[in-house]
T-cell receptor, first 109, second 117 residues
Framework: RKEVEQDPGPFNVPEGATVAFNCTYS??????FFWYRQDCRKEPKLLMS???SGNEDGRFTAQLNRASQYISLLIRDSKLSDSATYLC??????????FGRGTSLIVHP | GAVVSQHPSWVICKSGTSVKIECRSL??????MFWYRQFPKQSLMLMAT?????????EQGVEKDKFLINHASLTLSTLTVTSAHPEDSSFYIC?????????????FGDGTRLSIL
């Protein structure tokens, strides 16, 4: 089993749609969780951290379920500019993050 | 602004050439930097952890003699792809962790797109 697993997609949604991504991780000792966004041929950029109580940043909501070892990202009112690959990132105590392969999102008019 | 600078951003070379990629932390001292490789539609794969003043730690399956890493100062790590071949063509990204704080786990360079003909 891979350490961090994501559905690669692509998720193809119309503008204004709500879309959710899930990510599962295998190491129960993982301590920190993040969602990164990566545009084509660019470096990953931090979208948001994921906190145990769940957190929201504008149209983006992240949730963590430690018992089931999964993380989710919800995007509301999708914009064309949201089209990208979303990477789930998990980190243990060593500060070395483990990346999922990413979920591709395509938002169309 | 960028806190990690990576250079060059794009390299096209003939097979057999050695290519050096630089990664610099601009606003902080990074005792540890990370080198990743990403093939198309694949996840970022950690190649090695670069430690200032000591040998790099390589991930399983990554050839030490093929990918030479030097971390001679607190702000610079270099990755040299020796005798590169077409199968080494990939997107190479470095990252560094700012030990002074912040929740972001890594600051990434812009990446280097390596194409070997």
């Amino acid at each position: 089993r891979k350490e961090v697993e994501q559905d690669p997609g692509p998720f193809n949604v119309p503008e204004g749609a709500t879309v959710a991504f899930n990510c599962t991780y295998s190491n129960s000792a993982s301590q920190s969780f993040f969602w990164y966004r990566q545009d084509c041929r660019k470096e990953p950029k931090l979208l948001m951290s994921v906190y145990s109580s769940g957190n929201e940043d504008g149209r983006f909501t992240a949730q963590l379920n430690r018992a089931s070892q999964y993380i989710s990202l919800l995007i509301r009112d999708s914009k064309l500019s949201d089209s990208a690959t979303y990477l789930c990132v998990v980190r243990g105590g060593s500060y070395i993050p483990t990346f999922g392969r990413g979920t591709s999102l395509i938002v169309h008019p | 602004g960028a806190v990690v600078s990576q250079h060059p951003s794009w390299v096209i070379c003939k097979s057999g050439t050695s290519v050096k990629i630089e990664c610099r932390s601009l606003d902080f001292q990074a005792t540890t930097m990370f080198w990743y490789r990403q093939f198309p539609k694949q996840s970022l794969m950690l190649m090695a952890t670069s430690n200032e003043g000591s040998k790099a730690t390589y991930e399983q399956g990554v050839e030490k003699d093929k990918f030479l890493i030097n971390h001679a100062s607190l702000t610079l790590s270099t990755l040299t792809v020796t005798s590169a071949h077409p199968e080494d063509s990939s997107f190479y990204i470095c990252s560094a962790r700012d030990p002074t704080g912040g929740s972001q786990p890594q600051h990434f360079g812009d990446g280097t797109r390596l194409s070997i003909l």
